[in-house]
């Protein structure tokens, strides 16, 4: 029994590191207002005329 318990946690942590490793993983949840990355770009803000 402890075999499978060390196994799953062995398994758990190898899982972790991985996603760690892969750049940009969101587990977050369930997102209803994902935007396109190109459409995350803060662009820089437009200055007005005369300032």
Known sequence: MWKIAVGFLVFAA???WML?????????GEKHDVAPPAATIDKAPE???GK
Do not use: N
């Not at 760690?20 to 977050?28: E, F, L, N």
């Open 14 to 16: 190898l899982a972790l």
């Open 20 to 28: 760690s490793k892969g750049g940009d993983v969101d587990i977050g």
């Open 47 to 49: 200055k007005a005329p």
